[in-house]
């Protein structure tokens, strides 16, 4: 998630833990510790220019369950030997530090970019991919209820407001995932309808939203995407077929940072071919045809691929035209998908083929 979201998370959690007297401290220190795991982008910076090793090492050490217990516990032990208030109610202070850095991780789970909560267990990034990395409908809950807490400070009501900032985001995630599940079982009917039941495929939320969700199932040829709008939509989801170059894609598979990659996006990947270099477009973050993390990664030789360092790509995303054409589709479902209503099977089908 964004920063600020992880800075109040942490503020709210650790302030409705400390007592009363210590609760604008907690407030800071939970902010602080709030925002620890995600510097590690700092030592990364510094250790590697590899954008590969950049992306698919965030997220590891930094965020993992093992890890973060540990680092929670001497920061703990620190502070009380040092006297002052976490002397004062070693206790409370103790589960304070500790959930304000664990809630971190397991918030950043519930996006699409890969949390790797088991590090350094070789399993691949958790990814329940229920919220966007921004969502207002989240944080605003946890912002307010912090600013209350600042000003009410030792007040019984600054307790009250924290509890509920942290129960009603929490109930926002809940949600998120009951619309996953809604989204998921229609795109599972639709899927099958043309023949992709068994296809890998995923689910996300659109940017700042849970009411609009992109799938994207994968196929021999490359993938399909479609969308579903829990407000609009009726009928069978219809999917648009995209190809890939899975030939190029499978004869560069001994190259390190195409296996990294593969490890890290699921095999969630777009491979292209542009003036002999093979890019690869995780297909979990943006939209066809743009996304937000694109790597060179091999050139040509022969017959063959050869590695060369990786390289991340930018081209023009056109931000205002796709945020305004989301806010669309929450609100009005295309005339084709209207159409697919009356003939689940066909016109699903006719869309995959393209």
């Given at each position: 998630?964004?920063s ?6 942490g503020?709210a959690?650790a302030?409705a833990?400390?007592?009363a007297?210590h609760r604008r401290?907690?407030?800071l220190a939970?902010?602080m510790l709030?925002?620890?795991p995600d510097?590690?982008?700092l030592?990364?910076?510094l250790l590697t220019d590899?954008?590969?090793a950049?992306?698919?090492?965030h ?5 993992s369950?093992f890890?973060l217990?540990?680092l929670?516990?001497a920061i703990?032990?620190l502070?009380?030997?040092?006297g002052?208030r976490v002397?004062?109610?070693p ?6 530090i500790q ?7 397991l918030?950043?789970?519930f ?5 790797q909560?088991w590090?350094?267990l ?6 329940w991919s229920?919220v966007f990395?921004?969502?207002?409908l989240?944080?605003?809950?946890l912002l ?16 009250r407001?924290l ?10 995630l809940?949600?998120s995932?009951l619309a ?7 795109a599972g009917r ?9 296809a890998?495929?995923f689910?996300?939320?659109m940017?700042f939203n ?7 199932a994968?196929?021999?040829q490359?993938?399909v995407e479609?969308?579903r709008s ?5 009928g069978p989801?219809v999917?648009r077929?995209?190809r890939s170059n899975l030939?190029?894609?499978r ?8 296996q990294?990659?593969?490890?890290f ?8 071919v542009r003036d002999?270099?093979?890019?690869l477009?995780d297909?979990?973050?943006g939209?066809?045809?743009d996304?937000?993390f ?9 017959n063959?691929?050869r ?5 991340q790509?930018?081209w ?6 796709r945020l ?7 609100w009005?479902q295309?005339?084709l ?5 009356g003939n689940?099977?066909a016109t ?5 083929s393209?």
């Open positions: 998630m964004d600020l979201t992880q800075i109040v998370l503020g959690v302030a833990i400390a007592p007297p401290a907690a407030l939970g902010a709030g925002t620890l510097l590690d982008a030592p990364l910076a590899d954008p590969v950049r992306m698919t090492w997220r590891s050490a930094s965020h369950l890890v217990p540990l929670g516990w703990w032990a502070f009380r030997r040092s002052g002397a004062e109610s206790l409370r202070w103790f589960w304070a959930l304000a850095l664990v809630t971190h991780p918030l950043d789970a996006t699409v970019y890969g949390t909560l590090w350094p070789p399993m691949r990034p958790v990814m229920s990395i921004i969502d207002p989240y944080t605003i809950w307010a209820a912090c600013i209350a807490a600042w000003w009410l400070r030792e007040r019984i009501a600054a307790q407001v509890l509920a900032g942290l129960v009603l985001s929490s109930a926002y809940a949600w995932l996953k599940v809604a989204v998921d079982r229609e639709a899927l099958a309808a043309i023949g992709l039941a068994d890998p495929r689910s996300v939320p940017p849970t009411v609009l969700w992109r799938v994207v994968m196929t021999p490359g993938f479609g969308e829990l407000l609009a939509d009726s989801m999917f077929g995209y030939e190029a894609l004869a560069a598979q001994g190259i390190a940072a195409v990294r990659l593969d490890w996006n699921h095999g969630f990947q777009k491979a292209q002999g270099v093979l890019v477009s297909l979990r973050m939209a066809e045809p996304y937000t694109n790597f060179a990664v091999a050139e040509r030789d022969g063959a691929w590695a060369i360092p990786p390289e790509l930018r023009r995303w056109q931000a205002t035209r305004t054409a989301m806010w669309e589709r929450i009005t295309p005339a998908a209207q159409a697919a209503a689940p099977v699903p089908a006719a869309s995959a393209k």
